[in-house]
Nanobody, 127 residues
Framework: QVQLVESGGGSVTAGGSLRLSCVVS????????LGWFRQVPGKEREGVAC????????RYAASVEGRFTISRDNAANTVYLQMDSLKPEDSGMYYC????????????????????WGQGTQVTVSS
């Protein structure tokens, strides 16, 4: 059974930084993908950043490119999202997700590629 537990959300002012963490358990496939998605009320869940293993293929949403960095510590079964230069429009519920395969680059940031989800951590950026 795959379980994901996020932490690190909170409230910051615009321009600040946050680091999200997600501990993953039960994901046994060496070839897999971990990612971060976010959702605000009334909108669809959108992909923020995703990374495959073992090849490290990574993709970011255009809106966060250059400001967010996804990383994985496979030994610790943890995926991180470093968020810098935060903007109010980055606010939302952030979800960690896992896939027991590694989607091709053009699909990797699509939520329908992921079968396992955490419960989410709230990020609020004030202006």
């Amino acid at each position: 059974q795959v379980q994901l537990v996020e932490s690190g959300g909170g409230s910051v002012t615009a321009g600040g930084s946050l680091r999200l963490s997600c501990v993953v358990s039960g994901l046994t496939n060496r070839r897999n993908s971990l990612g971060w998605f976010r959702q605000v009320p009334g909108k669809e869940r959108e992909g923020v950043a995703c990374m495959n293993a073992p090849n490290g293929v990574t993709r970011y949403a255009a809106s966060v490119e250059g400001r967010f960095t996804i990383s994985r510590d496979n030994a610790a079964n943890t995926v991180y999202l470093q968020m810098d230069s935060l903007k109010p429009e980055d606010s939302g519920m952030y979800y960690c997700a896992a896939a027991s395969d590694a989607p091709a680059w053009w699909y990797i940031i699509r939520s329908d590629q992921y079968s396992y989800w955490g419960q989410g951590t709230q990020v609020t950026v004030s202006s």
